[in-house]
């Protein structure tokens, strides 16, 4: 078993600290494929650094043919002649193994540069400039550390070379955030995680997690976390709540059954991050699960806002290109399911032009339908919206953004009426999990997000009209999908117990 400490594993670790586990001890016959959205984003990101590489104004050494100890041979020899840029490096000291996509001779010493095709920066919503990305750091701190022990390190920070071939600079010793530790406290901490992992590998436990949806081990995990009836199987009880309850409730039948109350003191449980609110959801929603015949529930009543005309939307973008591509609309009125119409507004082409193109007609419906109640889920079209209109300001302002994502024009369906005052007997909150246990269906056989970024990478590098076609229909029962949650919601009894 490779024991070795490497930056992947950090990465992973950060993920879902069970995939460490998985990779290394796991019967590889349970490892499933990877999903096409999973291979293409490892082809794109191998297209992107050949490209990048390619392009550098310094001479650069390649080593990417190399492997293994010969690679770390080659490393090794390149430093000692002081080459300034080293592509595809690899070095090792201890436990530690880093395999950096560059390093570069500056400041007297060696610096780690990692090639993403993404931005070096996590999105902002209003802020002047996104965080530095912990995965990252993370990884760039590890390649640090071993340049650090072996006394060749030029400081303590690294690069990330992005898409638009911008570099940004990781000072692994700042503060992440006001109340974060620095990167490199990320990393130690991580670092000691991966190494008793690593360590003991059967003591580490499966979450239900989103990361699930896409890890090769998702069908082996699930069947674990069934069988062993685990508390993540909750919707919103994540990793850290399970440890914290696992003892007392080791399964969702001990948690269904138990008396809440007698654990709660003065508002408080003896359980760390889980308070006495969270206390009881959690053991009505367990009482839900094992009992799914009860079915849903508001816990409290709710005053939904009236209007003639609804349009439930939902947009589709591409994270690689950065490119929102589709805009949908169901649009219904007088509550009729009879007068109910798709409108799919798609970008002609993966240019600027066409996406801006795109967005002022999604403007013209919602200007067309001033008065119309506009229904969506979370809050990832507004942030987009915001996006699109600070990109083309002569479509629409941030003001008229604000107002339509605003209630009453507004219903966040997610955020307004499920999170705070639904129960339901689900793993999680996903519109697609609550329509189906509604019983709708999408057309689609597999109906995603991610898989939604394939088709159209596949779109836009063939124009094959069937992509086009595959990607209207499934925004359309999206948006249908949100239709059948509020009308089921509409007739849910209030259970506030
Ligand atoms: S399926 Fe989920 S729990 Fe299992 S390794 Fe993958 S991310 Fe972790």
Wanted: glycine share 6%; hydrophobic share 40%.
């Amino acid at each position: 078993m490779n024991t070795r400490i490497t930056a992947s594993q950090l990465y992973s670790h950060l993920v879902c600290p069970h995939r460490v586990a998985m990779d290394v001890a796991a019967d590889p016959a349970l490892r499933g494929e990877a999903s096409a959205f999973v291979q293409l984003l490892w082809e794109r990101g191998v297209a992107h650094e050949r490209e990048l590489i390619g392009s550098l104004p310094v001479p650069c050494l390649d080593l990417s043919s190399l492997s293994g100890e010969a690679k770390e041979a080659a490393t090794r020899e390149a430093i000692a002649r002081r080459e300034p840029l080293i592509y595809s490096a690899r070095l090792s000291v201890h436990e530690l193994l880093g395999e950096p996509d560059l390093l570069r001779f500056e400041s007297g010493g060696y610096v780690a540069i990692d090639i993403k095709s993404g931005s070096g920066r996590e999105s902002a919503d209003g802020e002047e400039e996104g965080r530095l990305r912990r995965h990252y750091g993370v990884q760039l701190a590890l390649y640090t550390d071993i340049l650090e022990q072996m006394g060749l390190a030029a400081g303590r920070y690294g690069y990330i070379l992005d898409g638009q071939s911008i570099e940004t600079r990781y000072d692994l010793s700042e503060p992440l955030g006001p109340r974060s530790p620095c990167l490199w406290d990320h990393y130690l901490k991580a670092r000691a995680a991966v190494r008793a992992t690593l360590a003991a590998p059967q003591a580490s436990l499966p979450a239900n997690s989103a990361a699930c949806a896409q890890c090769v081990w998702h069908e082996a995990c699930f069947s674990r976390l069934k069988r062993e009836q685990d508390l993540t199987l909750l919707p919103e009880l994540g990793r850290a709540a399970r440890d914290a309850l696992r003892e007392e409730f080791p399964t969702l039948r001990h948690l269904a059954g138990a008396d809440v109350d007698a654990y709660i003191e003065d508002g408080r449980t003896p359980f760390p991050g889980v308070g006495a609110k969270s206390l009881r959801r959690f053991q009505r929603r367990a009482a839900l699960l094992l009992q799914p015949e009860a079915g849903p529930c508001l816990t409290r009543p709710m005053a939904w806002p009236r209007a003639e005309v609804e349009l439930f939307f939902d947009i589709e973008t591409d994270p690689l290109r950065q490119l929102c591509y589709l805009h949908g609309f169901v649009i219904r009125e007088g509550g009729d399911i009879a007068t109910e119409r798709f409108e799919g507004i798609f970008a002609r082409d993966i240019t600027d032009e066409a996406e801006r193109e795109a967005f002022a007609n999604a403007m013209v419906v919602f200007r067309r339908h001033a008065g119309a109640l506009v229904v969506h889920y979370s809050k990832y079209e507004r942030t987009e919206y915001r996006r699109l209109a600070a990109r083309y300001p002569e479509v629409a302002t941030q003001q008229e953004i604000e107002a339509l994502f605003r209630p009453p024009r507004a219903l966040d369906l997610y955020f307004d009426v499920v999170k705070p005052g639904s129960e339901w007997p689900t793993h999680d909150f996903s519109i697609k999990s609550l329509a189906k246990h509604c019983g709708f269906a999408w057309r689609d056989a597999d109906p995603s997000g991610a898989s939604s970024i394939e088709w159209f990478d596949r779109w836009a590098r063939t124009r094959d009209p069937r992509f086009r076609q595959r990607l209207l229909a499934y925004n359309e029962d999206d948006c249908r999908a949100m239709r059948v949650v509020m009308d089921r919601l509409k007739t849910l009894p209030v259970r506030s117990d």
